[in-house]
């Protein structure tokens, strides 16, 4: 599976962004799709996962309420929707492949098999 990520930025505090993640080589079925991001000088977080034939999402705290993930399945494209986005989250976002996982939606970095190359998200106070 290769994935291609998109749509990061320099933006203001309270600015939207949508970031997209193509993926190619393989249809997502019964797989898990996630997005995660990496601010300078901390570990990789989880911020938002889908299960992609059913569509269950689950979000990071941190996020809830202003990011939304969503996918369009026959583009085989992830999405992230950035709303009322903050300084703290700035990072560089990477989406991320979880095949056939065996936890609903996993959260930690090593439970998933393919990483896109990462955008840069840059939010400005």
């Known amino acids: 599976v290769q994935l291609q990520a998109s749509g990061g930025g320099l933006v203001q505090a309270g600015d939207s962004l949508r970031l997209s993640c193509a993926a190619s080589g393989r249809t997502i079925g019964n797989d898990v799709m996630g997005w995660f991001r990496q601010a300078p000088g901390k570990e990789r977080e989880f911020v938002a996962g889908?299960?992609?034939?059913?569509?269950?999402?689950y979000y990071a705290d941190t996020v809830k309420g202003r990011f939304t993930i969503s996918r369009d399945a026959a583009k085989n494209t992830l999405y992230l929707r950035m709303n009322s986005l903050k300084p703290e989250d700035t990072a560089l976002y990477y989406c991320?492949?979880?095949?056939?996982?065996?936890?609903?939606?996993?959260?930690?970095?090593?439970?998933?098999?393919?990483w896109g190359q990462g955008t840069l998200v840059t939010v400005s106070s």
């Open positions: 991320a492949a979880s095949i056939l996982p065996a936890f609903e939606i996993p959260t930690i970095p090593r439970h998933y098999d393919y």
């Open positions: 889908i299960r992609w034939r059913i569509g269950i999402t």
